[in-house]
Structures are given as structure tokens and as C-alpha cells.
């Protein structure tokens, strides 16, 4: 048993680390276009170190690097950003903490460290992931981030590394075992098929805001009674 358990948390925290260098990579391009549209480094590494959302940042810096208002890039930051309250639903009943480790897990309920906690099998599992990829993606993306802004646009269009497509894969790899179950392929299905049809009608973002309302409901409702109390009573350390 025990040793179940060590190769559980082994896999959660190497599933971490790799999301961590995959997305956090991608923090290079943050770095760059930050500085781009105007802003300092300062002002750069704030934007990282306290809002810490990926897509948050690029759609603020995107939309005052263009000229728009900037109370339009506030607002379209934070309806971005919403998406991670929502997965506070979830892992704040798999993680059980109070006072300031709620306060610090909440700042680490971002999409890596929720998909994560939730291709783990196990409630242990599940913790041990999430705060292996939500801390691997802050500690990556705010060095990643320093990097880009230091280097502005001398490594060019991220997307010719790959640093995009890598990210993405990331994602594809932990899902995939998700897929194996009838509610993960439902749940698959209709958080795609929402993307798709809101994609041309809804701003920048909104689909995706939208694919992940579905999947936490859908979540929310496949939870079952002893998997409830599993959840709530939490097993050994939490790192």
C-alpha cells in the first residue's frame, strides 16, 4: 500500500514538472508582447507574479497593445478569468483547507493545476497533483516571463519554437486517460461541441469560458456520495 501510494505521488509530481515546463515556456511570449504593448518589466512581472492566468494576461496586454480602452482589457481579463473560480468548485472540495493555505491554493487554481488534480485516480492523488502543477507552472511561467521581457522580440513569433503547440500536447496528455470512462468522453464531447459553436458568434475567449461551464457542471453532477466522502476526508500530507 505504502508503496502504491509513493508511486502515486511520484507520477502526480512528474506530471507537474512537465506541465510546468511546457506551459510555463510559453510565459516567454507573455514576457515579450508585454513590453511590446508598452508596458515595463515591472509592470510585466506583476501582471504574472499577482494576476497569474495566462490567458487573462495575453488578452489585457493584446488589447493595450492594439490601442484599446483599457477598462475593455480589464473586463476582458477578468470574464477570462472567471473560469478559475468555477474550477475552485472542484478542488476546494479535494484539497479541504482553510485560512491562508486556501487563500494560496486559490491563486494556484489555474487550468494546469485543475487537470491535474483531476487525472488523478485517488483523492491523495489529486492533491498531490494539484500543488505539483500549480506550483511548477507559477515558478516556470514567472522565470519564463522574466526571460521574454528581458529578450523582448529577439527569439520572434513564439509559434515558430512550437512553444503553443507544447502547451497543447500537455493538455492532450492529461486528458487522454479521462477519456477512458463514458462521463469523460461525454464531458469531452460537449465542452467541444460549445467551443466550436460559440467560436465565430462570442468574443475572444468566451468559448472556452463556456466549454469549461460545461465541464464542471457535467463534474459537479458524476460526483457520487463515497467519492464525497473520500474527498472530505483528507489522507497524509498535502505536499
Not at 470512462?181 to 468566451?206: E, K, N, W, Y
Amino acid at each position: 500500500m505504502r508503496e502504491a501510494l509513493a508511486a502515486e505521488t511520484a507520477i502526480a509530481r512528474k506530471q507537474g514538472l512537465s506541465i510546468g515546463i511546457a506551459s510555463g515556456a510559453y510565459g516567454i511570449s507573455f514576457g515579450a508582447l508585454s513590453i511590446a504593448a508598452g508596458l515595463d518589466l515591472w509592470q510585466t512581472m506583476a501582471l504574472s507574479l499577482l494576476l497569474f492566468t495566462g490567458g487573462s494576461q495575453f488578452a489585457l496586454v493584446g488589447i493595450i497593445g492594439s490601442g484599446g480602452n483599457p477598462l475593455t482589457a480589464v473586463a476582458t481579463s477578468t470574464l477570462l478569468g472567471i473560469r478559475n473560480g468555477l474550477y475552485g468548485l472542484q478542488t476546494s472540495r479535494v484539497l479541504g483547507l482553510q485560512g491562508w493555505r486556501r487563500a494560496g491554493a486559490a491563486h494556484l487554481t489555474i487550468d494546469e493545476s485543475t487537470a491535474i488534480s483531476l487525472a488523478q485516480s485517488t483523492p491523495r492523488g489529486q492533491r498531490q497533483g494539484f500543488w505539483a502543477g500549480g506550483v511548477s507552472v507559477f515558478v516556470f511561467w514567472n522565470l519564463s516571463t522574466l526571460l521574454g521581457a528581458g529578450l523582448g522580440n529577439a527569439l520572434g513569433d513564439p509559434r515558430t519554437w512550437g512553444l503553443d503547440a507544447a502547451a497543447a500536447a500537455a493538455f492532450v496528455a492529461l486528458i487522454w486517460p479521462r477519456l477512458q470512462d463514458r462521463t469523460g468522453r461525454a464531458t469531452a464531447v460537449l465542452a467541444a461541441a460549445i467551443a466550436l459553436i460559440s467560436f465565430a458568434p462570442a468574443p475572444a475567449g468566451v468559448p472556452v469560458l463556456l466549454a469549461a461551464v460545461a465541464a464542471v457542471v457535467v463534474g459537479l453532477i458524476d460526483t457520487t456520495p463515497s467519492r464525497a466522502r473520500d474527498i472530505e476526508q483528507p489522507e497524509g500530507d498535502l505536499l
